[in-house]
């Protein structure tokens, strides 16, 4: 517990000089090359208050693992995001991450909460709910895993285009096949329609017979000629 409290009382003390010397400069200084991360300092700063005040609220009897650890959730997600700042740049083109913890006083809270983390002799109770948080950026954001609700959206995704392309090629197939069988059918209707050939017919049958008779009667006159 005097560790929480010592915690608290660095993090009032720095961010108190941090925001009120930044004021001091903002003011006097219109050309000052970090206020472009001034405002990432201030936030940084309510939120350590915010988290002091309640550590001094409930230190006696202790509960400040029990009721801070919203405030404690918002000064490590605060403090997390001033490690991030790589898109918002001061006026010498210098980061503000860079800005915060090379230059200002929060760099010393930083290195004293990571000694509190890190020492396996003392324990930091709110570290406990904090854990998962610092696991889950391990994860994603060290190691570049995937999540899984990330894969089992993306594998339901491609089941839903899966399905959906099987859909379309059954009903592209079925209805293909109920056109060519409406086609074939259209087809015999059409030849079952036609008058039959009896013209054409007629005139094979007498141009047949008309062969028959004449293969007759030459067969006849060669017969009488050769008897005679």
């Not at 997390?80 to 809270?109: A, G, M, P, Q, W």
């Not at 030849?191 to 028959?212: I, M, N, T």
Request: one cysteine or more; glycine letters at 2%; hydrophobic letters at 35%.
């Amino acid at each position: 517990m005097n560790h929480v409290a010592t915690f608290s009382i660095v993090i009032w003390f720095c961010s108190y000089i941090t925001v009120n010397n930044g004021l001091i400069r903002t003011s006097n200084n219109p050309y000052d090359l970090n206020a472009p991360c001034q405002p990432y300092i201030e936030k940084f700063a309510e939120a350590s208050s915010k988290m002091i005040r309640c550590a001094t609220l409930y230190s006696s009897p202790p509960k400040v693992c029990t009721y801070c650890t919203e405030e404690y959730i918002a000064l490590k997600q605060i403090e997390y995001k001033l490690r991030k700042l790589e898109n918002v740049f001061s006026h010498d083109n210098t980061t503000c991450s860079r800005v915060i913890y090379e230059n200002y006083l929060i760099s010393y809270v930083s290195e004293f909460y990571w000694y509190i983390y890190t020492t396996p002799n003392i324990n930091f109770c709110l570290d406990v709910e904090t854990t998962m948080n610092d696991t889950m950026n391990l994860w994603h954001n060290i190691w570049h895993c995937s999540d899984d609700r990330v894969e089992e959206l993306r594998d339901w995704t491609l089941l839903g285009y899966s399905l959906a392309l099987l859909m379309i090629i059954t009903v592209f197939f079925y209805a293909g096949s109920y056109i060519q069988s409406s086609e074939i059918q259209r087809h015999l209707v059409q030849y079952s329609q036609l008058e039959a050939p009896s013209g054409l017919r007629s005139y094979l049958l007498s141009s047949s017979l008309d062969r028959v008779s004449s293969t007759l009667t030459t067969g006849n006159t060669e017969r009488t000629t050769t008897l005679q």
